[in-house]
């Protein structure tokens, strides 16, 4: 039976690429990746909770959230540059994990 390239079998190779790294790998780059996404969730709420008893107006926060994740975006395209793959890996992670925590804020306001 012939394999085709088609789309599907292009995004489950992409798929498989992708989950397969966080699995695979060694135990340093792992436990990095999922400490910093834990600390990025934790800083996120954290701010959050902090910003709302101050401000007391949730968009915002969230706006300046969304402002420090662009900047983590510039910082890491503009210092890193693809040279250092585990740093690139820890900055992905936290936003992540901020990400997380705003979409999870967001779903306990029922917005």
Request: glycine fraction near 6%; hydrophobic fraction near 50%; charged fraction near 15%.
């Amino acid at each position: 039976m012939k394999y085709y390239k088609t789309s599907f079998s292009n995004f489950v190779d992409y798929l498989y690429s992708t989950f397969s790294r966080i699995i695979v790998g060694s135990w340093k780059k792992r436990s990095l990746g999922l400490i910093s996404l834990l600390i990025g969730f934790y800083v996120s709420s954290t701010f959050n909770s902090y910003m709302l008893q101050v401000i007391s107006q949730r968009i915002i926060v969230v706006i300046l959230l969304i402002l420090f994740i662009e900047f983590l975006v510039r910082v890491r395209n503009y210092m890193f540059n693809g040279k250092l793959d585990l740093y690139l890996n820890v900055i992905d992670n936290f936003r992540i994990g901020i990400i997380y925590a705003i979409v999870l804020e967001a779903f306990k306001l029922g917005s």
